[in-house]
């Protein structure tokens, strides 16, 4: 049962992780939407910077800053061209996807007055929920929540009835985290901007699972984390486009955003930004993640990421046929049940069983998955699993035969009952 699109026996090889034994069986980690596994070269290029060019950046005009300036500049240039962006002006590192969204609205909370509406979906994770909540509270404008339809897609319709001339952000989820839906990112766009509305998105699951372009999906923001794209925790990245930052006022102050400051004793002082993105990222960051990050990205790039979603839906397609055809009437899955409209992620619960139970389960057959509302509560509420849901989400080194396991453990747990 190899896989038509790629090597996954080669991949494989690159993720010494993947020959753990947990439980006295040999892991199976399908928890990749929480965070995904680290090839080797991911690991050797942090290892490598901190063994060879180690130093602060901008800060030093010895040989090893230089290198190490070049190496996390080089490092945005890496990922800014992955998603389609200008270059590093458009690219800001960050911690995570959480940090870059809540960077956003800062960003944005200076076009924001009373009355003013911001729109979300139900589907959104807390990290692209809560800024806005935050922000509208902050500046006495109105969050309008769409909703989705009963083939879990979102609702288009609602969408552009709830849009008018008070709209001024629609922040969006690309893939959901529970159900996997792909949402139409570039229409959504397209609306926005017919009413001059900023949108957001959150690419946190589209990015590191299929091509996602900037430019051709006309985001005025894009957020999303190194860790779930094979690279380090502790990086991640917003994209903006190079006009809204030039004009928008930083978030952190101190070291190295700026290009200058003068003060007289009188208390007057003067202040120049440093150029893009570095006027956004005070003080030493995380220059090994950056460097890491950018290792993650050749490595998908070398894959393609057409081919990582091509393999994604047939790990899902293979999945969803099994769990049908075997546990029809046992188990409930939640998403569309196209696998081409949607990532490799199964959230589900199995009958009679909570979600925490069935992990455990899993669990102790050696299968790493997620339990609970995965930071998604609302969407769960509105969906009435009170108790959240199973999740099981696949990558590039996932195989069928790993899935067989799986189904066969969810019998295992099924006959028990
Ligand atoms: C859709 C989505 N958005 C945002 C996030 C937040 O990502 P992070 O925890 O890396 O900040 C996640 C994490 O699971 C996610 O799935």
Redesign the pocket.
């Known amino acids: 049962m190899i896989s038509i699109v790629l090597d996954v026996e080669a991949i494989r090889r690159d993720f010494p992780i993947l020959n753990r034994i947990i439980n006295g069986k040999k892991l199976i980690y399908f928890d990749n ?2 965070t995904s596994q680290k090839p080797i070269q991911v690991i050797n290029a942090i290892r490598d910077f901190y063994l060879n060019n180690n130093a602060n950046i901008h800060r030093g005009l010895h040989t090893l800053s230089q290198e190490a300036s070049e190496l996390y500049e080089e490092a945005h240039d890496t990922v800014a061209k992955f998603i389609g962006a200008k270059g590093r002006e458009e690219l800001i590192f960050v911690r ?4 870059a ?1 809540n960077l956003a609205s800062m960003i944005l909370s200076k076009y924001i007055k009373p009355d003013d509406e911001i729109v979300v979906s139900i589907m959104e ?1 807390h ?2 929920l809560l800024p806005w909540i935050f922000l509208a509270e902050k500046t006495k404008a109105k969050i309008k929540i769409i909703g989705i339809k009963s083939d879990y897609t979102l609702d288009y319709d609602a969408l552009e009835k709830a849009i008018s001339e008070k709209t001024r952000i629609i922040a969006i ?1 690309h ?3 529970v159900l996997g839906t792909i949402n139409d990112v570039k229409t959504i766009a397209k609306i926005a901007h017919n009413y001059e509305a900023f949108v957001v998105i ?1 690419g ?2 589209s990015v590191p699972h299929i091509p996602v372009n900037v430019r051709d999906i006309g985001a005025d923001f894009l957020a999303f ?1 190194g ?2 794209m094979l690279g380090p925790t502790g990086i ?1 990245a917003l994209y903006c486009r190079e006009d809204i930052l030039k004009d928008a006022d930083p978030f952190l102050l101190g070291g190295d955003m700026i290009k200058s400051v003068s003060c007289n004793i009188s208390g007057e002082c003067n202040i120049v930004w440093n150029d893009l993105p570095w006027k956004y990222e005070a003080g030493t960051p995380n220059i090994a993640g950056g460097i890491g990050f950018a290792e993650a990205v050749r490595y998908l790039e070398k894959l393609g990421m057409i081919n990582v979603k091509k393999h994604e839906e047939e790990l899902l397609t293979y999945a969803l046929k099994r769990i049908n055809e075997e546990l029809s009437g046992f188990i409930d899955i939640y998403g569309p049940s196209d696998p081409g409209k949607k990532g490799g992620i199964i959230s589900f619960n199995a009958k009679n069983y909570d979600p925490h139970t069935v992990a455990l389960h899993l669990d102790s057959e050696g299968i790493a998955i997620r339990s609970g509302f995965h ?1 998604a509560q609302p969407l769960h509420e509105h969906l009435g699993l009170m108790e959240g849901s199973a999740r099981a989400s696949f990558y590039i080194y996932n195989t069928k035969e790993e899935i067989d396991v799986f189904v066969d453990a969810l019998k295992k747990l099924i006959k028990e009952d």
């Open positions: 939407t929480a995570n996807a959480s940090e969204l994770h990290s692209n989820t893939m959901s985290n959150d946190a699951q984390s860790h779930k991640g930071c």
